[in-house]
């Protein structure tokens, strides 16, 4: 089974990228442009492939297009650069609705009391399985490559958090050294957001890493690939924890790029 999947991955990736698909990467996907040449042949190699394994599915009358595989797919795999690896071996399915949808939750309060409503969502990440996001949200966050905000990088960074690095060989989580440094420059910066969002100060990162340990480094990647310089100078240790598990250094693409 293994041995099959990497010869299929093999002629996947040997393939010709389709002109159109190419077209999509260079007026879609504003991160591409940084990229050198490289790592663009790279990512074009893992988007084949993630096409292939991945199904995409229209919600709320959406219609899949290629436009919508290839934008999403780019960008999720801009996560994978420079790391053997399984493509998000739990996600099944990439389910797309036209814009930001409602979902029913439950929200817990303190002293025992419940709230069920509904909420708006661009984007989720289910551990098992799909994701969901918004293609409007998708579009945007595409768009602009300096504002910090991209569902995509949020919610596939979510099932990298969740696989635990199953079928990815970041050696933050291989090496127990590296990863007890990895656990603690974490969890100090999500204390840290907490505490400067409790005393209602001002944050680099968005307020919205501050819910739980799994929202930080949701909202640090995003802040990683986005906002490289800014983090790198005012969370160093963590942006230095980021470029370890990414084995990318975006800040020195945005110097490189000037």
């Known amino acids: 089974?293994?041995?099959?999947?990497?010869?299929?991955?093999?002629?996947?990736a040997q393939q010709q990228f389709p002109g159109s698909w190419l077209s999509i990467l260079e007026h879609n996907v504003g991160y591409y442009g940084l990229l050198p040449e490289q790592d663009k042949e790279e990512l074009r190699r893992h988007v084949l492939i993630f096409i292939s394994?991945?199904?995409?599915?229209?919600?709320g009358g959406l219609e899949m297009t290629d436009e919508i595989r290839v934008s999403i797919a780019a960008q999720a795999c801009i996560l994978l650069l420079h790391r053997r690896t399984d493509y998000y071996p739990g996600l099944h399915s990439v389910l797309v609705?036209?814009?930001?949808?409602?979902?029913?939750?439950?929200?817990?309060?303190?002293?025992?009391?419940?709230?069920?409503?509904?909420?708006v969502r661009s984007g989720e990440s289910w551990h098992r399985g799909s994701i969901v996001l918004s293609w409007d949200d998708v579009?945007?966050?595409?768009?602009?490559?300096?504002?910090?905000r991209n569902v995509v990088f949020h919610e596939f960074a979510h099932q990298l958090d969740s696989s635990r690095g199953r079928g990815d060989n970041s050696e933050v989580l291989s090496s127990r050294s590296k990863y007890i440094a990895w656990a603690r420059v974490l969890q100090k910066g999500y204390e840290r957001l907490r505490r400067r969002v409790?005393?209602?100060?001002?944050?680099?990162?968005?307020?919205?890493?501050?819910?739980?340990?799994?929202?930080?480094?949701?909202?640090?990647?995003?802040?990683?690939?986005?906002?490289?310089?800014?983090?790198?100078?005012?969370h160093p240790q963590l942006y230095e924890q980021l470029r370890?598990?990414?084995?990318?250094?975006?800040?020195?693409?945005c110097q490189d790029n000037r």
């Open 1 to 12: 089974m293994f041995w099959s999947k990497t010869r299929r991955r093999k002629r996947l």
């Open 53 to 59: 394994e991945k199904r995409f599915e229209g919600c």
């Open 97 to 119: 609705y036209p814009r930001p949808y409602m979902v029913r939750q439950a929200r817990y309060f303190a002293g025992g009391v419940t709230i069920e409503g509904l909420y």
């Open 139 to 148: 579009q945007k966050g595409a768009a602009d490559i300096h504002d910090a």
């Open 198 to 234: 409790r005393q209602n100060r001002r944050t680099l990162l968005d307020k919205y890493g501050a819910t739980n340990p799994a929202e930080f480094f949701a909202v640090a990647t995003e802040y990683f690939f986005e906002s490289p310089t800014q983090l790198r100078e005012t």
């Open 244 to 253: 370890q598990f990414y084995h990318q250094d975006p800040a020195g693409l």
